[in-house]
């Protein structure tokens, strides 16, 4: 064999060889791509998505609540104070038929779906929102039972907290998966809404 054809088959075969890595290296980011843009497409849909929709229907339900039953105070029960009985099972009607189904919900999504969160620890509003729900069965539980002398649970809701990281979570979330489809990632609009 001569150097000619020592050389054209060295160099035929280092092309073949830098093209076949060339296309493992393109397979595989393609690959881990696909895979990243799953990831965030399951978290946008089975866990963002579902709290940050039933956090705002809370707050909206909540907000309509008390504009209707307390537009003069920011609360629903004041310290020291003693709601009459109509204010009371109006109150409860709402918190077992409108709220607690809704928080419920919010407990499923967090406990079925903490697999998708990014932090390497439980948020504290999620345990918080979790701590809340479990405290009022008890209550809950009483009211079944003829005892009205509670009325709220002892750990509150943590609503602005809950909010804020629900919508952040799903704006960034937004934003990478239009990055990794390729599209132009649009302004937040999650971010604005009000809080509680």
């Known amino acids: 064999m001569d150097l000619t054809t020592a050389v054209t088959i060295s160099v035929s075969v ?4 830098g093209g076949y890595v060339a296309t493992y290296a393109y397979n595989l980011k393609l690959a881990q791509r696909k895979d990243r843009l ?3 497409n399951a978290q946008l849909s089975d866990f963002y998505g579902p ?9 909206s339900s ?4 008390r504009q209707k039953h307390r537009p003069d105070k920011p609360w629903i029960f004041g310290r020291g ?9 109006t109150w409860r009607l709402w918190m077992v038929e409108v709220f607690m189904p809704l ?7 967090i406990t079925k779906h ?4 990014d932090e390497s620890d439980m948020p504290k509003p999620l345990l918080d929102a979790c701590s809340h729900v479990a405290a009022y069965r008890a209550v809950i539980k009483q009211w079944e039972q003829g005892d009205f002398s509670e009325l709220t649970s002892v750990i509150n809701f943590p609503s602005p907290d809950l909010f804020l990281f629900a919508s952040e979570g799903f704006t960034r979330l937004k ?3 239009q990055r990794l489809l390729g599209q132009k990632v649009a302004p937040s609009v999650a971010g604005t809404a009000g809080l509680m």
């Open 114 to 117: 903490a697999d998708l969160l």
């Open 81 to 89: 104070e003693t709601p009459t009985e109509q204010k009371s099972a």
């Open 14 to 17: 280092l092309l073949a060889v």
């Open 38 to 40: 799953d990831r965030v």
């Open 175 to 177: 934003g990478e998966q």
């Open 103 to 109: 928080n419920v919900a919010i407990v499923d999504v």
């Open 51 to 59: 709290l940050l929709a039933l956090v705002s229907a809370g707050e």
């Open 62 to 65: 909540f907000d309509a609540f």
